[in-house]
């Protein structure tokens, strides 16, 4: 008897538009994950309602995340692809779960004070108990693998909290879920000026977006930022040139690399047309998928379906869940 595939939860914002970083910081992952793994990953609009999105604007990003994750290589007949709003086990779990978060615990929560910082005037109750939405998206299919960043980890640790308080409670029912990534495989990609990460909410002209025409790529990465190159044979490289280094090896070829690696080490490195061909072979790498996200956002039909089908299987697995805890709790009077 074949053994049992183990699940995977994983959320995706439907926020901002997917970037490089999303790319190869995750999705890059989820496409390896799904061929060994049961895999649910989900759009989180409920998440997005703590900011008080436009509700045009929030049913586009759905079908625009869901369309550009596809068109990425994340294959609706290998997981389970849903939109969180169509789970509405999730919330039943929610509330039961809020019954054991303590007011205490949630306001430590460093991702609640830093929206507190930004956002003084819309601190509300959905932000506070974010951590605990978070945890019932994970324990609904009860997971034991959770693909997150570094930020996410004190949620996740808080979702084992929870675990373990029902468990405690009520009776066995949630497995502890754990951080997950394949170690060999991160790419921390930077910001083309150098400053941090690349992010959906910083700085535009520094971001490549898996949705950037070819003349913005090139553009983009013309005026990523460089200096007047090594002085000294085989130098250390600054961090934004390690970047460019870093971005050429995922998506040139290796004797590309290997040529301006040697130019850099014997310190006769031309920036300039280093960039150029940095910036075709990108172009041939975003292409495609930006094409395939477009031709799949006007298909309404396909993308109703992908979601219809993800809701239907991930309501199997959610109602059973809800079941055994309703059952556990007592709430369960016919």
Not at 70 to 84: F, H, M, N, R, W
Not at 246 to 253: D, E, G, I, Q, R
Not at 267 to 286: P, T, W
């Amino acid at each position: 008897m074949a053994k049992e595939k183990e699940i995977v939860v994983s959320g995706i914002r439907s926020t901002g538009i997917l970037h490089l970083g999303n790319y190869f910081g995750a999705i890059r992952n989820y496409i390896r994950m799904q061929e060994e793994f049961n895999c649910y990953f989900f759009v989180a609009d409920w998440h997005a309602l703590t900011t008080h999105p436009d509700p045009t604007s929030l049913r586009g990003n759905v079908y625009r995340v869901l369309a550009e994750n596809i068109a990425s290589g994340l294959d609706p007949e290998k997981v389970t692809l849903y939109v969180q709003s169509d789970i509405p086990e999730i919330a039943e779990l929610y509330l039961l779960l809020n019954m054991m978060a303590y007011k205490g615990e949630l306001e430590k929560v460093p991702t609640f004070k830093d929206k507190v910082r930004q956002n003084p005037d819309n601190v509300n109750a959905g932000l506070l108990t974010y951590p605990v939405l978070m945890s019932a998206d994970i324990l609904i299919h009860r997971a034991v693998k959770v693909p997150v960043g570094k930020d996410q980890e004190q949620h996740l640790e808080m979702s084992r909290n929870f675990a373990q308080r029902f468990n405690n409670r009520y009776g066995e029912l949630f497995p502890e879920p754990y951080p997950f990534n394949y170690g060999d495989d991160l790419v921390r990609i930077m910001s083309l000026d150098g400053n941090g990460k690349m992010s959906k909410s910083e700085n535009e002209n520094s971001t490549l977006y898996l949705n950037d025409s070819d003349d913005a790529i090139r553009n983009k990465i013309k005026k990523a930022k460089t200096d007047s190159g090594p002085q000294e044979a085989n130098s250390a490289k600054p961090d934004y040139i390690e970047n460019l280094f870093t971005l050429m090896k995922l998506v040139s070829a290796p004797d590309t690399v290997q040529f301006f690696d040697a130019a850099f080490n014997n310190c006769n490195i031309r920036y300039g047309d280093m960039k150029k061909q940095l910036a075709e072979d990108m172009v041939n790498f975003i292409r495609p998928i930006r094409e395939k996200a477009e031709a799949i956002q006007q298909d309404h039909e396909y993308l109703h379906r992908i979601m219809r089908q993800g809701a239907e299987k991930s309501r199997e697995s959610a109602a059973a869940t809800l079941k055994e805890a309703r059952r556990l709790m007592g709430i369960n009077f016919y």
